[in-house]
């Protein structure tokens, strides 16, 4: 499911209205919802969402990437349930979804690399397999993609955190970065 024009549902406060001015020579224009390109919109977009389904999250049968929701069930009757339940708290906020974005009752679909079959949820395995092909980080940068890659995957990665610490050690301002062969193990 996807959530039509997500940023633009969100309504602007008063008082962050006049941060969101845009003078011209035309006139002073006040955003009354959040635009795109606000560096904190995506996290303030997320978190409204998260609290929104809360208990459909912590129930397991659904996953929120900012205006992206994907609903897995183990039969039609559960997913047509879980979609209604979905949109019955849509409704109250005037929240729309873009139906030509939307798969409904699926058996399996990719949406955002995981993919979703049933009950279960796994990792795209073409995404692992480009991964695997690349050639291993030589720079920061390279190196913080890689990080940013397994993150995402981190509930099916068991003791990630573990695993990438060093990784992440070799990002840090006071280090030299550099491969070594210890060090690709």
Known sequence: MDCMKGFHQNGAKLNSMK???????????????????????????????????QEEILEGWMVVYIDEIIIYSETLEDHV?????VLSKFTPINMKISLKKCNFGQQESVPLGQKVSGLSLAIDQKKVAALLLKPVPKSIKEMKYF?????????????????????YKLCSKDVVFEITKGRRN
């Open 19 to 53: 941060l969101l001015r845009i003078i011209c020579n035309m006139g002073i224009y006040e955003y009354t919802r959040m635009p795109f390109g606000i560096k904190h919109a995506p996290a303030h977009f997320q978190r409204m969402i998260d609290i929104i389904f």
């Open 81 to 85: 349930q879980y979609i209604d339940r």
């Open 147 to 167: 990080l940013g890659f397994a993150s995402y995957y981190r509930n099916h990665i068991r003791n990630l955190a573990h695993i990438i610490s060093s990784m």
